[in-house]
C-alpha cells in the first residue's frame, strides 16, 4: 500500500516539485477532490468525505513527469482529474494523496482539417469555437460543454451530443491518438495509435496520465435547435425513432423526455405546457422542410425554432439533455436519481414505460452503436431505497435491457460489466506500484490486496 502524503513532509513535496502549482487550502482541496457523485444517493453515502491531501497543476509533460516521479519515489498516491463534470466519483481520491488537475495544460497543439491534437484541458465549447473558424466541429460532446475539457471526456465519458451520427468515444475511430505518461520509477511518453488507444479510454485515469490526444472532428453544420411537444409520451418516443433512421435529415440531437420531466426545464417553460412530452433536437437548418414533415406525420407540434445564430446566443437545448436532465431535475426534486440503459427496441421502452410508470420517468437519447439506432435511456428514478434501485436495475436486466449502473465508482461494474483485459494488462505495465486512482479498477490486485 501507498502511503498518504499525510504521512511525508509537505515541505518536501514544495521542495521537490518547484516551480508547480500546489493547492492546499482546505475549501479547495474539497472542491478539486470531488465531482456529480452526489446524483446517486449510493454514491453520496459513500464518497462525502474523500479528499485529496493536496492539488498540483502542471502546465506541460515536464511538469507532469517531476510530478510523477515524486509520487514514484514517495510511493503517493495521484488522482488526474479534469474540470470534474463527471458523474461517478471518477476523479475522486478514494485514499488522499496527490490531485493532478490538467485544466492549466489547455494548449490546442494543432488544429487542421478533420483532425486536432489537444492538451488535455482544452475546454470543449473554447476548442469547438476555434475549430469552426476553419470549418470543422467536435464530432461529439457531453451535455457538461461549457466546462468539461476533452481529457476529463475521454478518461470519464462514453457519448454525448452528436452520437446519433458518430457512436460512442469506445467506436474505432473516435479517438485516433492518446499520449501518456506512466507511473514507473522511469517515467516514459507513449503514444498510443489507432486501437491501442482503448488501452487508456475511459479507464478513470487508472493507468497512464493523459497529456495529449488526438481526436477526429467533423465538417461544421449550422444546427437549428427545436422543441418538439408531443401529447403522448409513445408518439414521441417513435418520432424520435423515425427521425433517427431519416437518413437523409442531418441531425446531432434526439433527445425524447417524458412528462414530468419538461416541468424540470423551468427556462423552456414557456415552451413547454404542463403535461406535455418533448424532443429536444439539432437539425442541420438545410434539413428543416423534411423535419417539419415528419413532425405533421407524427402531430407533433414545434414551440422553439432556433436558427443557429440564435441559438449560440443563449443556453443550448443540449443543456438540457443527456446527464443535464437529471442535472435540472434534481434542481426541483432532491429525491430523484437516475439511470443508464442501453435499450433492444422502442418496443422495450414501451414495456418498461407501462411498467413503471411515474416511479421511472423516461428520457431517450437515440445513438449509432453497431451500425444501428440505439434507444438509450438516462430514466429518471424517483429515489425511495437503494433495495427498491437494486429492484428495478434488477428488473431491466432481467427483461434484456443492458444497465450501465452509474451508482458505482467501480470500473468494471459500471458500463462495461466485464475485465477489459487491455486496459488490465497496461495498468501492470505502467502503474507497477497501483498508485493512480486506488480502488476505482476491481481487477488490479495489488491494490486489493
Known amino acids: 500500500m501507498a502511503l498518504n502524503v499525510n504521512a511525508l513532509d509537505i515541505k518536501k513535496i514544495y521542495t521537490e516539485l518547484t516551480n508547480i502549482e500546489i493547492i492546499v487550502d482546505p475549501a479547495q482541496l474539497t472542491k478539486l477532490s470531488l465531482d456529480y457523485y452526489h446524483f446517486s444517493p449510493i454514491l453520496e453515502k459513500k464518497l462525502a468525505d474523500k479528499r485529496g491531501n493536496l492539488v498540483v497543476r502542471p502546465k506541460n509533460e515536464a511538469e507532469v513527469i517531476k510530478i510523477v516521479k515524486t509520487c514514484v519515489k514517495n510511493k503517493i498516491y495521484l488522482t488526474v482529474r479534469g474540470a470534474g463534470t463527471g458523474n461517478y466519483g471518477q476523479c475522486i481520491p478514494l485514499e488522499g494523496g496527490l490531485i493532478l488537475d490538467t485544466t492549466l495544460m ?11 491534437y489537444l492538451q488535455p484541458g482544452v ?12 470549418g470543422w466541429e467536435l464530432r461529439m ?24 451520427n458518430y457512436g460512442g468515444l469506445k467506436d474505432r475511430g473516435n479517438i485516433t491518438g492518446i499520449r501518456v505518461v506512466t507511473m514507473e520509477d522511469e517515467p516514459r511518453i507513449i503514444d498510443l495509435r489507432g486501437d491501442e488507444v482503448q488501452q487508456v479510454n475511459h479507464a478513470y485515469g487508472t493507468n497512464g496520465i493523459i497529456i495529449a490526444l ?5 465538417p461544421a453544420i449550422p444546427w437549428g435547435e427545436l422543441i418538439v411537444i408531443f401529447d403522448d409520451f409513445m408518439t414521441a418516443a417513435r418520432f424520435g425513432e423515425a427521425l433517427a433512421y431519416s437518413d437523409g435529415i442531418v441531425k446531432k440531437l434526439i433527445s425524447i423526455h417524458g412528462d414530468p420531466i419538461p416541468s424540470y426545464f423551468t427556462a423552456l417553460a414557456n415552451n413547454l405546457p404542463q403535461g406535455c412530452h418533448c424532443a429536444l433536437l439539432m437539425v442541420a437548418e438545410y434539413s428543416l422542410d423534411a423535419l417539419y414533415d ?35 431535475a434534481r434542481s426541483v426534486d432532491k429525491n430523484i436519481t437516475y439511470l443508464q440503459t ?50 428495478i436495475i434488477r428488473y431491466h436486466e432481467a427483461n434484456g435491457a443492458f444497465i450501465a449502473n452509474p451508482h458505482t465508482y467501480i470500473l468494471e461494474d459500471g458500463g462495461s460489466k466485464t475485465v477489459d483485459p487491455q486496459q488490465l494488462a497496461f495498468k501492470e505495465l505502467v502503474d507497477p506500484y497501483g498508485l493512480m486512482n486506488p480502488g476505482k479498477m476491481r481487477s488490479f490486485k495489488l491494490y486489493n490486496k
Not at 460543454?145 to 454525448?160: E, L, M, W
Not at 411515474?358 to 431517450?364: R, S, Y
Open 141 to 164: 460532446y457531453p451535455s457538461t460543454y461549457r466546462t468539461a475539457t476533452i481529457g476529463g471526456f475521454i478518461g470519464g465519458g462514453s457519448a454525448g451530443i452528436g452520437s446519433i
Open 342 to 391: 442501453l435499450y433492444k427496441d422502442i418496443e422495450q421502452v414501451e414495456a418498461m414505460y407501462n411498467y413503471f410508470g411515474d416511479e421511472v420517468p423516461i428520457h431517450l437519447e437515440f445513438m449509432r452503436g453497431g451500425g444501428k439506432v440505439i434507444p438509450t435511456g438516462l430514466q429518471l428514478v424517483r429515489y425511495s431505497s437503494e433495495e427498491r434501485l437494486n429492484e
Open 294 to 328: 415528419l413532425v405533421i406525420e407524427y402531430r407533433g407540434e414545434i414551440t422553439y425554432n432556433k436558427t443557429a445564430i440564435e441559438a449560440a446566443k443563449g443556453i443550448s437545448l443540449a443543456e438540457f439533455t443527456w446527464n443535464h436532465t437529471t442535472l435540472h
Open 123 to 134: 475546454k470543449l465549447a473554447a476548442f469547438d469555437k476555434k475549430a469552426r473558424e476553419i
Open 106 to 116: 489547455n494548449q490546442i497543439l494543432w488544429l487542421k482539417e478533420g483532425l486536432a
Open 214 to 218: 488526438e481526436i477526429p472532428l467533423a
